[in-house]
């Protein structure tokens, strides 16, 4: 089972930007990949996947202002989040997935986890 690592997290002001990092294990080409956040008393919330073919999916809400993206090695995974604002407070997960293509969407992601990291902090001022 791939175990996770998150970093980069930390606080800014609205507007700023941030570069989450995960360090992987192993080699994650085998895994639908992906960051999910949580807020206190919130759902979990898909934000951004990585599937097994390289094809990205974002959700509406990060949707222009996130990139999700994989290290060559195929054992870090990235996310660089710009134009924050401070509804994207919250803890953000890196995770892996044993799910297909079309099914490795914000969606689904959350829900269908093998395994995640500990999680990072993020905090967004006004």
């Known amino acids: 089972q791939v175990q996770l690592v998150e970093s980069g997290g930390g606080s800014v002001q609205a507007g700023g930007s941030l570069r989450l990092s995960c360090a992987a294990s192993?080699?994650?080409?085998?895994?639908?990949m992906g960051w999910f956040r949580q807020a206190p008393g919130k759902e979990r919330e898909g934000v951004a996947t990585?599937?097994?073919?390289?094809?990205?999916t974002y959700a509406n809400s990060v949707k222009g202002r996130v990139t999700i993206s994989r290290g060559n090695a195929g054992n870090t995974l990235y996310l660089q989040m710009n134009s924050l604002n401070p509804e994207d407070t919250a803890m953000y997960y890196c995770?892996?997935?044993?799910?297909?293509?079309?099914?490795?969407?914000?969606?689904?992601?959350?829900?269908?986890?093998?395994?995640w990291g500990q999680g990072t902090q993020v905090t967004v001022s006004s």
């Open positions: 192993t080699n994650t080409y085998n895994y639908c």
């Open positions: 990585f599937a097994t073919d390289g094809s990205t």
């Open positions: 995770a892996a997935a044993n799910l297909g293509r079309t099914q490795c969407t914000p969606t689904y992601f959350p829900y269908n986890l093998r395994s």
